[in-house]
Nanobody
Framework: QVRLVETGGGLAQAGGSLRLSCAAS????????MAWFRQAPGAEREFLSG??????STRYADSMEDRFTISRDNTKSYLQMNSLKPEDTAVYYC??????????????????WGQGTQVTVSS
């Protein structure tokens, strides 16, 4: 079993930055990919970025790469978010996949999820 715990959410002003962290524990050796999603009220869960833990390759959703950066340090994943906008307000989730290699952009591609952390960006 893999356990994921996100931290680092909170309130930020437009134009500011936040760094989210996701600590993985348990069967971390089974993780092939870690990713970040977000979900705003009334919206579907949206893929932001993912990283392969096998070769450190990355994938970003369109328009995210210029403001968001995914990184990793051992069993922790990070999402650096810059130039925040009010429309970035959402619950942010990290997710892990032990499935086939690659970086899925669909929530169904991930079998392990954190509890989520709220990010609120004020104008």
């Amino acid at each position: 079993q893999v356990r994921l715990v996100e931290t680092g959410g909170g309130l930020a002003q437009a134009g500011g930055s936040l760094r989210l962290s996701c600590a993985a524990s348990g069967f971390t050796f089974s993780i092939n990919t870690m990713a970040w999603f977000r979900q705003a009220p009334g919206a579907e869960r949206e893929f932001l970025s993912g990283m392969s833990w096998r070769d450190d390759s990355t994938r970003y959703a369109d328009s995210m790469e210029d403001r968001f950066t995914i990184s990793r340090d051992n069993t922790k994943s990070y999402l650096q978010m810059n130039s925040l906008k009010p429309e970035d307000t959402a619950v942010y989730y990290c997710a892990a996949s032990s499935g086939p290699r690659g970086i899925p952009d669909a929530p169904a591609g991930y079998g392990h999820w954190g509890q989520g952390t709220q990010v609120t960006v004020s104008s």
